[in-house]
Structures are given as structure tokens and as C-alpha cells.
T-cell receptor, first 115, second 114 residues
């Protein structure tokens, strides 16, 4: 059974702090690892990682994947109150490339950024 | 159009009712998904459609019946639900191959079964 474990489950910081969120996984037929931000409704896509050691960046957010050690981190620098959300890590596995695939989500990290 | 549209946004139904949730996308994605999300829990996969054919059913009870009438539409028919089925139901879509941009989720339907 595919498994995704995120840590910490909850984090409270002050504006301007830097945070690191962790995601470890076990999955058969690994295809990719995805990070999402969820506020009130739908998860919004942040990053998709398929190759080890290549950092993806988007503004103050960055992420990297280690396929040997089976984990990923999401970094947020100079945090703002608008970064407060649940950050979900999901791993994509599948049976066949043409069958669609299943995303297995971790429990999420609840990030609260205080002014 | 880079959105997945779900209707209705909220639904309250009795245990003997029949209702349907609808999902639509016009991004040319040929894989579509239903996820269920309970409060303070991550989304859990229910069904996957690939090229309008059901490819994954995660042992979902038969009171949930998915349908993919064409490449842009995905429905979830509900019948004889239980109060524990109350949750946020999320639809998502993706390319089947080369999913460079991941999955796009709709805003969900908040379902309450009374």
C-alpha cells in the first residue's frame, strides 16, 4: 500500500521566518511527487517533481526531491500571513501509463504565519 | 480555460434521495478523478477515468456511481447515502501522459447527508 508521511503536522511561525516542510513516501511504480496548498477549498498546485536533485522554484517557494532516500522538502522563505494554509504532499503511482494514476496524499502540514 | 468546474457547490440530501454531482473541464485532459475529503483529512481517491473508461475504482460502495459521458464531463451519481458520506467531493483532471503540470482540482461540492 502506498504511503506518504508529512512532518511536522502543524507549524506556527512569525512573518519573515523561513520554514521547511518534509514529505517521505513509499509507493509502487513511482511517477512523481506533487505539492499542493489548500486553504478553504480545492488544493492548488505548487510543484511537480520527477527527478532527484533538481530544485524547483516559484517566488519564495522551492522544493527538491531525493528519490534515493524517498523524500522531498518544501521551503518557504520570508513567510507572509497569506502563506497560512495546509500544505499537502502527494505521490503519484500507477499501473500503466495510459490508465491514469492514483495520487496518495499525506496528512498535510498546517502552517500558521502570525503577523 | 484552465479550470475544473464543479456543481453544485453545496448539497444537502436525505438518505433516500438520488442526486448527482457534476464536473466539467475544457483543458483537453483525458484523465478525470473523483476524490473524497473528510474534515481535517487529506483527499482520498475514489475513481479514475482514462479516455472516458473507468480505470481505477478504489473499492467504493455501489451507492456511489461514476459516469463519464464524454471527455469533458464527469458525473458522480449518489443514491441511498449515509450520514458518514458527508464530505467535500473533489473532481480533478490531468493529462494522461506527460503530466508536467500535475492535476487541476475543482473547488469541490460540500455534501451533507441528513
Amino acid at each position: 500500500e502506498d504511503k506518504v508521511v508529512q512532518s511536522p503536522l502543524s507549524l506556527v511561525v512569525h512573518e519573515g521566518d523561513t520554514v521547511t516542510l518534509n514529505c517521505s513516501y513509499e509507493v509502487t511504480n513511482f511517477r512523481s511527487l506533487l505539492w499542493y496548498k489548500q486553504e478553504k477549498k480545492a488544493p492548488t498546485f505548487l510543484f511537480m517533481l520527477t527527478s532527484s536533485g533538481i530544485e524547483k522554484k516559484s517566488g519564495r517557494l522551492s522544493s527538491i526531491l531525493d528519490k534515493k532516500e524517498l523524500f522531498s522538502i518544501l521551503n518557504i522563505t520570508a513567510t507572509q500571513t497569506g502563506d497560512s494554509a495546509i500544505y499537502l504532499c502527494a505521490v503519484e503511482g500507477g499501473v500503466r501509463k495510459t490508465s491514469g494514476s492514483r495520487l496518495t496524499f499525506g496528512e498535510g502540514t498546517q502552517l500558521t504565519v502570525n503577523p | 480555460d484552465t479550470e475544473v468546474t464543479q456543481t453544485p457547490k453545496h448539497l444537502v440530501m436525505g438518505m433516500t434521495n438520488k442526486k448527482s454531482l457534476k464536473c466539467e473541464q475544457h483543458m483537453g485532459h483525458r484523465a478525470m478523478y473523483w476524490y473524497k475529503q473528510k474534515a481535517k483529512k487529506p483527499p482520498e481517491l475514489m475513481f479514475v477515468y482514462s479516455y472516458e473508461k473507468l480505470s481505477i475504482n478504489e473499492s467504493v460502495p455501489s451507492r456511489f456511481s461514476p459516469e463519464c459521458p464524454n471527455s469533458s464531463l464527469l458525473n458522480l451519481h449518489l443514491h441511498a447515502l449515509q450520514p458518514e458520506d458527508s464530505a467535500l467531493y473533489l473532481c480533478a483532471s490531468s493529462q494522461v501522459l506527460g503530466r508536467r503540470y500535475g492535476y487541476t482540482f475543482g473547488s469541490g461540492t460540500r455534501l451533507t447527508v441528513v
